[in-house]
């Protein structure tokens, strides 16, 4: 089945404990993005990768990290989290020939 | 810069009946995509249908369809006899092939079925 996995699904921290949220595609996608989403604001761009070892900043990248070293996985790393991040975050995957977008289920951190 | 307005925070419609979602954007780019995805409650973001800036017809997928309009700006996605499985949070989004795959979303509406 085709799909975008993340994980956690649900994490709580503590501020400055550094962590990782894991995604993972099985659709050989060239394109992976991950996205927070804040009540009112809709979802916004973190990070964008076009392919292995290429990626770029979206509209909210402070406080973030992200690697792509394999085609498959693209994790979102928080180095020193702070209580403002505490949102629900998606990865996607898309292949750069065509346009749909495929979401993960989400993961939902609480940073204390 | 680049920016997505949906200025319908919440919309009614009767079942059955045809529902149209209001998305302005604003980019200087002539190549652009727009979407439109939908979140149930559940969370999950499903993604409903693209329109490139230069496709000539509006694009249409089953009950969903895009009036796009470029001189205004306007991609106004329209439900066609609504279900109670729509009422959900619409968004809007838009993307630029400025040698990036950068994306932005409207914020926005949530719409509701009723019986």
């Known amino acids: 089945e085709a799909q975008v996995t993340q994980n956690p699904r649900y994490l709580i921290t503590v501020t400055g404990k550094k962590l990782t949220v894991t995604c993972s595609q099985n659709?050989?996608?060239?394109?992976m993005s991950w996205y927070r989403q804040d009540p009112g604001l809709g979802l916004r761009q973190i990070y964008y990768s076009m392919n292995v070892e290429v990626t770029d900043k979206g509209d909210v990248p402070e406080g973030y990290k992200v690697s792509r070293k394999e085609k498959r996985n693209f994790p979102l790393i928080l180095e020193s989290p702070s209580p403002n991040q505490t949102s629900l975050y998606f990865c996607a995957s898309s292949s750069v020939l065509r346009e749909t977008q495929y979401f993960g289920p989400g993961t939902r951190l609480l940073v204390l | 810069a680049q920016k997505i307005t949906q200025t319908q925070p919440g919309m009614f419609v009767q079942e059955k009946e045809a529902v149209t979602l209001d998305c302005t954007y604003d980019?200087?780019?002539?190549?652009?995509?727009l979407f439109w995805y939908k979140q149930p409650s559940s969370g999950e973001m499903i993604f409903l249908i693209y329109?490139?800036?230069?496709?000539?017809q509006n694009a249409t997928e089953g009950r969903y369809s895009l009036n796009f309009q470029k001189a205004r700006k306007s991609a106004n996605l329209v439900i066609s006899a609504s279900q109670l499985g729509d009422s959900a949070m619409y968004f809007c989004a838009m993307r630029e092939w400025d040698g990036g795959f950068k994306t932005i979303f409207g914020a926005g509406t949530r719409l509701f079925v009723k019986a």
């Open positions: 329109q490139g800036s230069y496709d000539q």
């Open positions: 659709m050989n996608h060239e394109y």
């Open positions: 980019t200087s780019d002539p190549s652009y995509g």
